[in-house]
């Protein structure tokens, strides 16, 4: 392992690096640096939290001068993203007094031009970007370094057309450093398109399995929000986030563990900025807090000390199940990440357990009470985000015994072994037919939870 002096960085850097406690590099900054200051395009393979943003921040700050213009874009994902990398570089380049704005959208224009005018570097959203430029209150014909961070993510949520716009507006002859969580056939040819020979790095985002228990529970659909009640209170736990596949579902979760006394808030695409900022600095405030989140708000965000992560709805692929529990058990930490399987999940469910490097209990079932969930109804749903608004006054207990169904339905044959392997043991309780028989003909009230 290499220290940062011997990254050639320069005093003014090394001395910033200093005050922050940084001891080494991490291997994508000991991998990353010395390239990207020899001005070599990169793709970097690197998960949230393993220090890419002075990974490619670095090279930045030493190649660019104050009050030339706007030398480097970064393009992020999410504005939380876009502020966070702001924020980081503001810091990092303090002693060589670059100017950094962050640009993005939910926020004033006429605030972001101004800081335009004078920005060295500029981090920002695609379309908050593309805005500008229509505007034409960036000039991005002084870029010199190019980054697109979180690559993956911007094209998951569909910004490969503004990326190729904003690239188009930006010099040919300049440095392009990419970096993903993933390498899939979409990046490269992105790689192809908009870099020169690039070097590949590659950093090893596995699990560590002595940091990270893996566990799952099935339970009835009625009774999914009692077993995270049940769990949140026995679990010795910090700072907790609990995954949603939907708004709406977030929503309902955050504001019914707020009922539970818990202090909980939610986080996703319809906040406002100026709420998504209270809600994260909350979390970073606290010792002990819960983040109801979706995957889009969530991901790219650098949040430290998460002792558990709960997905309450399971993600669609083993990747996005990877992104979620890689959220916890950082930095040499133990983590514990619990999924909650009940019928709407099992197809889901089935596709995780494909990758054959996780390693998921099943866990019997405890005892716990039910509770009784305020949902919201589809009259009062649309335009509002999390608040004590919108949600309907009736309230539907969740009724039924938890383990005299585990023992009826799903007990026969099977083992906690059997049940971490594909579910072998009993093939007709998650054959998936039932949850299309119990779906019919129900509201949307019978129908969740």
Known sequence: MKSFEELGLSNDLLKVIKEMNFDEPSEIQEKVIPLAMSGKDIIGESATGSGKTLAFGAPIIENIKTGWGLQSLILTPTRELAEQVANALIVFSKYHKLKVAAVYGGVSMSNQISELRRADIVVGTPGRILDHIKRRTINLSKVKILVLDEADRMLDMGFVHDVSTIVSYCPQERQTLLFSATISEDIIKISKKYMKNPKEVSVDNRIDPSKLAQVFYDVPSTQKFSLLVHLLKEEKSKLVMIFCNTKRNTDMIARNL???????????????????????????????????????????????????????????????YTHRIGRTARAGKDGIAITIVSDRDYENFRKVLQDDTLNIKKMDLPDFPSILVEMRSRSNERGQGYGHRGFSNQRRPFRGNSHSREGRNYGRGESSEEGSSRYGGNRRRFSGRGSQRSGQGQSFHKRRY
């Not at 979390?283 to 992560?309: P, Q, W, Y």
């Open 258 to 320: 707020v009922k539970q006394n818990f202090d909980a808030l939610a986080l996703h695409g319809d906040l406002n900025q100026a709420k998504r900022t209270r809600v994260l600095e909350n979390f970073h405030k606290s010792e002990k807090f819960i983040l109801v989140c979706t995957d889009v708000a969530a991901r790219g965000l650098d949040i430290k000390g998460v002792s558990h992560v709960y997905n309450y709805e399971c993600p669609k692929t083993s990747t996005e």
